[in-house]
C-alpha cells in the first residue's frame, strides 16, 4: 500500500526517538531500531550495514534474516547490492534483487526468499557510514514517498551513530572519534610539532535529530533563514568596493540563501519529524551526494557555496562554533579542509601546525607556514570528519603524517624525535654567527627566503648572510582589492630597515598558477603553471608592474635595490620588464625623488629554454637565481602538484645536475651572480651538491640555515665533487646513495 509520508513517517521518528531515549546496551538499540522500522514500512527484513574499515561493510542488526548472521556477514566496499549502495553513495531499489546487476548471493543470510531491495546509504557530510536495507517477498520497487521516509530515519541513525548511540562490541560498533588515526598526506613544510586539534571550521553537532513540535521546529528554521539572508544582503552592501568578478560571486551566494526549493525541501523534512538542525544537515549531505562527484568545475563551486551556506545555518540554529577563535588551545594545530592566506595570518604565529585535506606544496598556506617554520601537511583526506577540537594530535612534516589520537608507543617515539630536533637546533645555534666555510676553505652565502615582516627576525636569528627571495605576491593574495602604491612602499621601507643594511632580493609579483589574487577574475585554463603567470601577468598588465617597481624605488630611498622578475623564459620577456624598470627610474628622476644607490635587476631562472638564452642575456642581466621548485618539475615535466609523478625524480639526478652545471658554466663565462633557491637548497645533502659543482650562494627557509652550514663546516667540497663525478662516471642514475655513503664516513 502507499506510504503516507507526512502521518507514518513522524509516527515511525516518535517511536524512534522513544527507543533511542531508552537506557539500554547499543546492540540492543539497534536490535530495536530495525525491527521498528520494518513494522512501519510493513516489510519482512530491515537490516543495517555499518562500516567496520574503510573497505569493509558488517552486518550489526537485522528483522527478518538470520540472527547468525549478524557481525559475521561482511561486503567489500562496492561488492553487491550493499556495497553498491555504499559506494556510489545513492539509493538503489529494484523489484527483482537477484537478477539486479552486481547482486551477491549471501546463503548465511537466507536472504534468497526476498525479491525486492531498497538499500538507502546512511551518511553524514558526505561521509557514508553504512547502509539502510529493507526487503520484502513480494517483488515490487519501493515508492518514492517509502523511499523518501527511508532517507529520513537513515538521517536519523547517521546522527545517532555519529553521537555514539550504538556503541558495542567489534569494530562496526567502535565508539566513533575515539580511536587512534594516521592520516597520510604529502609534505608542504617539514618540521614536527605536538598539540591540540583547532578546527578552522567546527563540526556543529545535532543532538537532536527528531522534533517532539513541528511548528516549533519550523517557526526556528524560518526565523534562522531570515537571519541568514540578511546576513548574506549585509556581505553584498559591504562589498560595493569590490569588483564586479567578486560582486557577482556574492549574487550567486545570495541566490542559493533565496532558494525556494532548498528551503521547501527543509521545511518537508521538518513537517516529517526531523529537528531543524537535522534537516538542513540532511539536505547537506544529499546534496554531497548529488554534486560531490560532479565533473564541472561550476558545480562544484556552487557545492562549496551550499556547503558553505548550510553551515553558517545550522550555527546560527545551535550557536555553536560561533567565536571559535575564543576556544583556542594551548599549543593548537589548525585542521581545515583548506585555507585562504589572510585567514591563516589572522591566527597569527601561535600556531604550531598545520594539516589541511586540501591545498599544494605552492599554495599560499604553504608559504606563509614556511615563513613560520610550522610543520604542515596537506592532503590529509578525511581528517576534517574525524578529528575533533581538543584532540590530542601529532604533525610530521618530514614524513607528511598526522597522528590523531596516537597510542602511547607512537606518542613515546614522536616526543623522542622532537628532542633530537631540538638538541640538534641547539647545536646550529651555536655556528650561527661562523661563516659556512667548507674544509678547503670555500665559503658559501646562505639566504633565507621570505614574503612576511615576520620572517625578518629570522634573518638575524638564524645566521642567514641575507634574504636571496622576498616573495611580495602576499601582500596582494591577503587582501579584497589592488594594494596601493604608498601602502607596498611603506611596507618595502619596513622590509629593508628590518634587514640592517643586508641585501634582499624581492621578487616581482608572481602570481597565476595556484597563486589568484581574490580581486582578479580566474583563468579556466588546463594547466595553469605554464600558462598565464607571473612575469606574462606583469607584461600584459603593465600598470601594476609599474606600480610595484616604484614602490621599490622609494622604498630605496636612496639605499641599494635588488630586483628579479619571475618565470622570466625567454631573453625579449626580460628586456621588456628591464624596459619597464627604466620607465619607472626615469619617472622618479623626473620627480626629483632620490634613486637607489645600486640597483641590480636580476631574472629567476625556472625552466630550461633560459639556461640555453644567447650570451647577450647572460651579458645584460646583473644575477640570475635557480628557481628550484618550478625549474625541477619542468625539467622532468613532473607536475609537482602530482603525487603519483613528483616523487619519482630526484634533485640529484645526474641529468638535472648537469643542466645545473650547465647553467654555472654560462653565468661564470658571463661573470653574472648566480644564486639557488628552494626548496632543495635547506635539504642539506643537496645543497652539499650544490655547493660542490660550483654555486656560492643558496636561499632557503631560515630553519634550514644550521643544518646545512653545520654539514658544509664538515666537509671538502672537492672531495664531494670527486665522490659526484665518480658515481656519474659509472652510470648512476643519481648521485645520492654516493654521497650518502660517503658522508657516513666523513661527518
Known amino acids: ?99 539486479a546487476k552486481g547482486f551477491r548471493y549471501m546463503p548465511e543470510t537466507g536472504e534468497e526468499r526476498y525479491s525486492s531491495f531498497c538499500g538507502i546509504p546512511i551518511q553524514r557530510l558526505g561521509e557514508v557510514l553504512g547502509v539502510l536495507v529493507v526487503q520484502s517477498k513480494a517483488a515490487r520497487e519501493f515508492t518514492p514517498d517509502e523511499v523518501y521516509a527511508l532517507e529520513i530515519v537513515a538521517m536519523v541513525i547517521a546522527e545517532m551513530t555519529e553521537l555514539g548511540a550504538f556503541v558495542g562490541e567489534g569494530a562496526a560498533l567502535s565508539a566513533r572519534h575515539q580511536q587512534a588515526v594516521m592520516f597520510r598526506g604529502t609534505v608542504a613544510q617539514e618540521g614536527a610539532s605536538e598539540g591540540k586539534v583547532f578546527l578552522h571550521e567546527p563540526r556543529v553537532v545535532v543532538t537532536n535529530p527528531i522534533s ?295 621578487r616581482t609579483l608572481d602570481i597565476g598558477s595556484d597563486k589568484v589574487l581574490p580581486y582578479m577574475k580566474p583563468n579556466d585554463e588546463p594547466n595553469p603553471a605554464m600558462g598565464w603567470r607571473a612575469i606574462r601577468v606583469g607584461l600584459d598588465k603593465p600598470g601594476v608592474l609599474r606600480m610595484q617597481l616604484q614602490a621599490l624605488i622609494r622604498a630605496a630611498a636612496g639605499a641599494p635595490l635588488a630586483v628579479m622578475f619571475p618565470f622570466v623564459t625567454q631573453t625579449n620577456e626580460f628586456r621588456a620588464a628591464k624596459a619597464e624598470m627604466d620607465k619607472a627610474i626615469a619617472r622618479e628622476t623626473r620627480l626629483g625623488l632620490p634613486l637607489p644607490a645600486r640597483l641590480e635587476v636580476g631574472a629567476m631562472l625556472e625552466t630550461p629554454s633560459l639556461a640555453y638564452a644567447p650570451d647577450a642575456f647572460f651579458e645584460e642581466v646583473d644575477f640570475i637565481s635557480i628557481g628550484g621548485n618550478d625549474l625541477k618539475q619542468f625539467f622532468f615535466a613532473a607536475d609537482r602538484e602530482n603525487e603519483r609523478v613528483r616523487k619519482r625524480y630526484d634533485t640529484l639526478d645526474s641529468s638535472f645536475l648537469s643542466f645545473v652545471q650547465h647553467v654555472i658554466a654560462r653565468c661564470e663565462k658571463a661573470n653574472t651572480p648566480l644564486s639557488f633557491c628552494g626548496e632543495d637548497a635547506g635539504r642539506p645533502v643537496e645543497a652539499l651538491c650544490f655547493a660542490a659543482l660550483g654555486l656560492r650562494t643558496l636561499s632557503m627557509r631560515p630553519a634550514s640555515i644550521g643544518p646545512v652550514k653545520h654539514l658544509i663546516r664538515r666537509v671538502d667540497l672537492g672531495e664531494v665533487r670527486a665522490v659526484m663525478d665518480e658515481a656519474i662516471a659509472n652510470g648512476d642514475q643519481s648521485v645520492r646513495r654516493a654521497v650518502s655513503d660517503w658522508l657516513v664516513y666523513q661527518v
Not at 527484513?45 to 555499518?50: A, D, E, F, P
Not at 573497505?55 to 562496492?78: I, K, M, N, W, Y
Not at 678547503?440 to 634573518?459: H, K, R, V, W, Y
Request: net charge neutral; charged share 25%.
Open 212 to 506: 517532539e513540535d513541528p511548528d516549533t521546529e519550523l517557526a526556528r528554521l524560518r526565523t534562522a533563514v531570515d537571519q541568514l539572508r540578511r546576513s548574506v544582503d549585509s556581505m553584498l552592501t559591504g562589498a560595493r568596493s569590490v569588483d564586479a568578478d567578486q560582486i557577482q560571486v556574492l549574487e550567486a551566494y545570495r541566490m542559493f540563501a533565496n532558494s525556494s526549493s532548498w528551503i521547501k525541501r527543509m521545511e518537508e523534512d521538518v513537517g516529517n519529524g526531523l529537528s531543524a538542525e537535522a534537516a538542513v544537515e540532511k539536505e547537506q549531505s544529499l546534496s554531497r551526494a548529488r554534486l560531490g562527484k560532479a565533473a564541472d568545475p561550476y558545480m562544484r563551486e556552487r557545492l562549496s557555496d551550499l556547503d558553505d551556506l548550510s553551515n553558517r545555518l545550522l550555527r546560527i540554529l545551535t550557536g555553536q562554533g560561533v567565536d571559535a577563535r575564543a576556544d583556542m588551545p594551548e599549543n593548537p594545530i589548525l585542521v581545515a579542509r583548506n585555507i585562504g592566506p589572510g585567514e591563516l595570518l589572522e591566527y597569527g604565529k601561535k600556531l604550531k601546525g598545520i594539516v589541511l585535506e586540501e591545498g599544494s606544496v605552492g599554495s599560499h598556506a604553504t608559504i606563509v607556514a614556511r615563513a613560520w617554520a610550522i610543520p604542515l601537511v596537506i592532503n590529509a583526506k578525511g581528517i576534517t570528519r574525524e578529528a575533533l577540537n581538543g584532540d590530542t594530535i601529532l604533525v610530521d612534516g618530514e614524513q607528511g603524517i598526522a597522528h590523531l589520537r596516537p597510542d602511547d608507543t607512537v606518542h613515546t617515539a614522536f616526543r623522542d624525535k622532537i628532542a633530537m630536533q631540538t638538541r640538534a637546533q641547539e647545536r646550529y645555534a651555536s655556528i650561527r654567527d661562523l661563516p659556512a666555510t667548507a674544509k678547503c676553505g670555500t665559503t658559501i652565502s646562505l639566504q633565507m627566503n621570505a614574503g612576511l615582516m615576520a620572517d625578518l627576525p629570522s634573518l638575524q636569528g638564524s645566521g642567514a648572510e641575507g634574504v636571496g627571495l622576498f616573495r611580495t605576491e602576499l601582500q596582494f593574495l591577503i587582501r579584497n582589492q589592488m594594494p596601493r602604491r604608498g601602502e607596498l612602499s611603506a611596507l618595502y621601507s619596513r622590509v629593508l630597515k628590518a634587514a640592517q643594511g643586508k641585501r634582499v632580493a624581492f
Open 1 to 99: 500500500m502507499p506510504y503516507r509520508t507526512e502521518t507514518e513517517s513522524r509516527k515511525l521518528l516518535g517511536r524512534l526517538r522513544q527507543a533511542l531515549a531508552a537506557d539500554s546496551a547499543g546492540q540492543e538499540r539497534l536490535d530495536e531500531v530495525v525491527a521498528l522500522i520494518a513494522d512501519s514500512m510493513e516489510t519482512e527484513v530491515c537490516s543495517i550495514y555499518l562500516f567496520r574499515d574503510a573497505e569493509t561493510l558488517e552486518l550489526c542488526a537485522t528483522q527478518g534474516l538470520q540472527q547468525e548472521a549478524v557481525h559475521q556477514t561482511r561486503l567489500r566496499l562496492g561488492e553487491g547490492l550493499v556495497g553498491l549502495t555504499a559506494r556510489t553513495r545513492r539509493v538503489v531499489n529494484t523489484a527483482n534483487a537477484p537478477s
